[in-house]
């Protein structure tokens, strides 16, 4: 009957409609596909009518889903903000949120006004731990992971976005060059590369380079760092060319402090995801946080 339909369901019905896929769905929900597919005809079983239109690989709602989609999706919300308003108290003051330095200083700090607009209850705390640690030994509530899911697989670990390897260079660099000189390719003729070396930007300038079929450049003297931060910096003050990681540097580039040279290539060995232990996973301050992150990563 209609008045018993799990809350599950709704959360399955909500996510393929605004994806449009029962594969994105469930990489969203974290569970597989044929829960998901399994979850929707039990939905449609149970209101004796049809949601969706299948085309292909993908699924569009029909008249009657898009009306109830209308009703559901806000009443869900209520749902979840009552819920959050009720168990508020019994909640941790704050939540700490782990991520690398260099994403904390070029991604999160610009956003910070935009969660606090977003979430005012919320009080985020920043720790930037770096490899695979224990979340709850290290206090540790949520990781936003640049890496491999599979180093979190004892978590509950959701995909925010692919990681793209970009070019950039500060503006005054490129200025000195014709327009029909502004390649990539050019730009390692002329100016040293600035390489940045760690467990997580080993395989960087190897990934652009064969995407774009160039030689790996040599590397020079006080234009190798450790820390990205630091090789971010030096393309900022005209030092050389670097390859990095888009999400990092995307604000730099929308204030005009760095440009990005041709298109991103696809960064096969490392994403973004979200991770909290199995027990947070349902915790309504962790999912408002969870919910705005993939908002903005969503936006990228």
């Known amino acids: 009957m ?3 339909i799990p809350l599950k369901s709704l959360h399955s019905f909500i ?5 449009g896929s029962m594969v994105l769905a469930a990489e969203q929900l974290n569970i597989s596909h044929s829960a998901i ?14 949601l969706f239109t299948r085309i292909g690989r993908r699924v569009e709602l029909n008249s009657t889903g898009k009306r109830y989609y209308l009703r559901v999706q806000p009443a869900l919300n209520e749902i979840i903000a009552a819920s959050f308003e009720i168990s508020a108290s019994q909640l941790c003051a704050h939540l700490t949120l782990n991520m690398v330095n260099s994403m904390a200083l070029h991604w999160w700090i610009p956003r910070v006004a935009e969660l606090q607009a977003y979430a005012p209850e ?9 490899g695979e640690f224990n979340l709850e030994q290290h206090g540790v509530d949520v990781a ?15 995909k925010l976005a692919d990681d793209e390897l970009i070019l950039v ?33 080993d395989n960087d300038w190897h990934v652009w380079c064969n995407a774009h079929q160039l030689a790996i450049p040599k590397q020079h003297k006080n234009l190798t760092f450790n820390i990205s931060v630091q090789a971010t910096q030096a393309a900022m003050r005209q030092l050389g060319v670097l390859v990095t990681h888009k999400q990092f540097v995307k604000d730099d580039i929308q204030q005009d402090m760095l440009v ?41």
């Open 122 to 130: 919320l009080d985020v705390r920043l720790s930037n731990l770096v």
């Open 2 to 4: 209609a008045n018993s």
């Open 144 to 158: 936003l992971v640049h890496g491999k899911q599979q180093d979190w697989a004892q978590y509950h670990c959701e």
């Open 260 to 300: 990005q040279i041709g298109e991103p290539v696809l960064n096969p060995h490392q994403q973004f995801y979200f991770a909290t232990s199995h027990s947070k996973r349902e915790q309504a301050t962790i999912l408002i946080l969870k919910k705005w992150l993939k908002s903005q990563f969503s936006n990228q």
């Open 37 to 50: 597919s399994q979850a929707i005809k039990s939905l449609e079983s149970q209101l004796n009518t049809q």
């Open 169 to 201: 260079c500060s503006p005054e660099l490129i200025k000195t060059l014709p327009t029909d000189c502004q390649t990539g390719k050019e730009l390692l003729t002329r100016f040293p590369a600035i390489f940045a070396i760690n467990p997580r930007r």
């Open 15 to 19: 996510a393929v409609a605004e994806t």
